[in-house]
T-cell receptor, first 115, second 111 residues
């Protein structure tokens, strides 16, 4: 096990609603990255948080937002849910050392279904 | 052109077979390379990092050709437990370090 936990494991929402997904990073890790994995696709990078600041963002609209807390846990918030937001949302934690090549360890994911 | 492209699959092979997965990447600035394994409805798990010198871990061998921007994974003596989706992943080190995933290639090892 990676020590990365996510909650909830499954979630069903309707279009237009808002959702908050949570991630606890592995002990000692300071960086959290969020990915969206649609069915049959590879994970797509949403954004990354390092020391409580957003530190890189993929091609996702502003209704996808996040937070990182002092204990390095993180939240992903999605507003105005759309049907295409249905996916597995993965959180990955890593330790940024400044030398690059951080290995990212994934949590079990939250499966979101938007009806 | 997608940043990371993999064999479309699926691959259906008998136990004991040798199977090879191929992957190409488009960004020559890519610095780190990985193969991840993902079981059905589970999270991706790091299988192995890939180095220019090539590396081997038991039945698994990974190769990187930077000039051709090509990565491969070879699985020898396939086991039923190798059945999974194999994801080719690159990391462009530019301050923020998102992983860029291929679509994955599904492997089914059949008894």
């Amino acid at each position: 096990e990676t020590g990365v936990t996510q909650s909830p494991t499954h979630l069903i929402k309707t279009r237009g609603q808002q959702v908050t997904l949570r991630c606890s990073s592995q002990s000692g890790h300071n960086t959290v990255s969020w990915y969206q994995q649609a069915l049959g696709q590879g994970p797509q990078f949403i954004f990354q948080y390092y020391r409580e600041e957003e530190n890189g963002r993929g091609n996702f609209p502003p209704r996808f937002s996040g937070l990182q807390f002092p204990n390095y846990s993180s939240e992903l918030n999605v507003n105005a849910l759309e049907l295409d937001d249905s996916a597995l949302y993965l959180c990955a934690s890593s330790l940024r050392t400044g030398t690059g090549g951080d290995t990212q360890y994934f949590g079990p994911g939250t499966r979101l279904t938007v009806l | 052109r997608k940043e990371v492209e993999q064999d479309p699959g699926p691959f259906n092979v008998p136990e004991g077979a040798t199977v090879a997965f191929n992957c190409t990447y488009s960004n020559s600035a890519s610095q780190s390379f990985f193969w991840y394994r993902q079981d059905c409805r589970k999270e991706p798990k790091l299988l192995m990092s890939v180095y220019s010198s090539g590396n081997e871990d038991g039945r698994f061998t990974a190769q990187l050709n930077r000039a051709s921007q090509y990565i491969s994974l070879l699985i020898r003596d396939s086991k039923l437990s190798d059945s999974a989706t194999y994801l080719c992943v690159v990391n462009i080190l530019s301050g923020n370090t998102p992983l860029v995933f291929g679509k994955g290639t599904r492997l089914s090892v059949i008894a």
